[in-house]
């Protein structure tokens, strides 16, 4: 029997070093700092992605879907591989950057996200196989895999384009673009389908068909969103724009379906789970909007000459939708426990960080005030974050460990 709680701890703990070297990249703008700042922001996003939010995925996938299929010790083979590769990047990352040792750590975590993709459609117990929720996890694992080959390309562009070539920045933000959005949220919404399949909630097949093929034109072709900041032709813009009303079409879709089973969704979970999915669909809202808005090409150079746009975006898909929806996922299926001061002080850093970073993109826009402090005062409200993961990990391995005793 495998611990599955460990394996949330240890991502916890991916989580606080993700935490702290956000903290130490901010720093870097207000005071001297003997390290490489490309090369601790590359640690951060790595770890960010493949340590903590994947772990928590992947967890949330065997407990729900694989644990029957007794296959612990191949499970725990593949998460321990996964694991070599998440610290070999962590240890390399920082002290050189993008090069060899860090090459390979990241190319064979590739693998094991290939190894766990595999293994749960190879192994995924027969019942579940008609189901809408497994359906949406599947294909998130799709999307997984085809986001893999930008990391693939950076390879290839760095050794013959260099880079400078416009297809660096494309490889790097096709793999962002497929592992947010499709990736994430797709597995994401499976275990929210899940949850209804065991409540008891029915939908019309009809709706969940064309849900399910508006959410995935939505993401195909969002994707030509992440191609706009060198100003290719007309049609990419109206492509983009596309599947951005198509994702927004889905999600409308699907508020519609959950409308008249808000009172039941209410009972069903705690008072913190539901707190967390309401900041999650309210967020997505506004991420529906700006990617609509990004496909005008006003918004779009905007965002280029901008960076604090993208950023702000990114954090809020991040840190306001993934991990705020991972965490009330987590605490539902007992994974985790929620303390209310974590809440609290991440909620706190999250708003307050995200306010001062649109603010900055926004007085660099329209010329308004900016304070010489900025810089102190987003590291300082940073430390917010160490401080909440630190008493959302005390909470889950102290206490629950002195309660076992």
Not at 152 to 169: F, H, Q
Request: with cysteine; aromatic share 22%; hydrophobic share 60%.
């Amino acid at each position: 029997m495998i611990d599955l709680k460990k394996h949330i701890v240890i991502a916890l703990v991916y989580f606080l070093i993700v935490a702290l070297m956000g903290v130490l990249l901010r720093l870097f703008y207000v005071t001297p700092i003997p390290l490489n700042y490309k090369f601790i922001l590359h640690a951060h996003s790595h770890t960010a992605l493949l340590g903590w939010v994947y772990l928590g995925l992947t967890t949330l996938i065997y407990k729900i879907f694989l644990s029957e299929a007794h296959k612990p010790k191949l499970y725990k083979r593949i998460f321990i591989f996964t694991n070599i590769c998440i610290i070999g990047m962590l240890v390399t990352f920082p002290i050189q950057g993008y090069a060899l040792f860090s090459i390979i750590f990241s190319s064979l975590f590739l693998f094991a996200s290939y190894w766990f993709s595999w293994f749960a459609i190879k192994h995924i117990p027969k019942h579940f196989k008609n189901r809408f929720s497994w359906k949406l996890i599947k294909t998130s694992l799709l999307y997984l895999v085809l986001s893999s080959i930008g990391p693939w390309a950076i390879g290839w562009v760095m050794a013959t384009l260099g880079p400078d070539s416009i297809w660096y920045k494309t490889s790097i933000y096709f793999y962002l673009h497929f592992q947010y959005n499709g990736w994430f949220i797709l597995a994401l919404l499976g275990v929210l389908f899940y949850i209804f399949e065991e409540k008891g909630i029915l939908f019309n097949p009809e709706k969940l068909k064309s849900f399910f093929l508006l959410l995935n034109f939505g993401i195909l072709f969002t994707v030509f969103l992440s191609v706009l900041w060198f100003a290719p032709p007309l049609i990419f813009y109206i492509l983009g724009l596309v599947g951005a009303v198509a994702q927004g079409l889905a999600f409308y879709e699907l508020y519609l379906m959950l409308k008249n089973h808000f009172p039941i969704l209410k009972k069903s979970f705690s008072s913190r789970v539901f707190f967390l999915m309401k900041i999650s669909g309210s967020l997505m809202v506004v991420k529906t909007l700006m990617q609509v808005f990004s496909a005008f090409p006003y918004v779009a150079n905007l965002a280029f000459q901008l960076k604090d746009f993208v950023i702000g975006y990114l954090h809020l898909v991040f840190l306001g939708i993934v991990i705020t929806t991972l965490l009330a996922f987590l605490k539902y299926f007992k994974l985790i426990e929620l303390p209310k001061s974590f809440l609290l002080t991440f909620i706190f850093a999250f708003t307050t960080t995200e306010l001062l970073i649109f603010y900055k993109a926004t007085a660099l826009w329209l010329g308004l005030p900016f304070f010489s402090n900025y810089y102190l005062l987003l590291a300082m409200l940073s430390l917010a974050f160490p401080i909440s993961i630190a008493i959302l990990f005390f909470k889950n391995t102290f206490i629950e460990y002195f309660k076992a005793a």
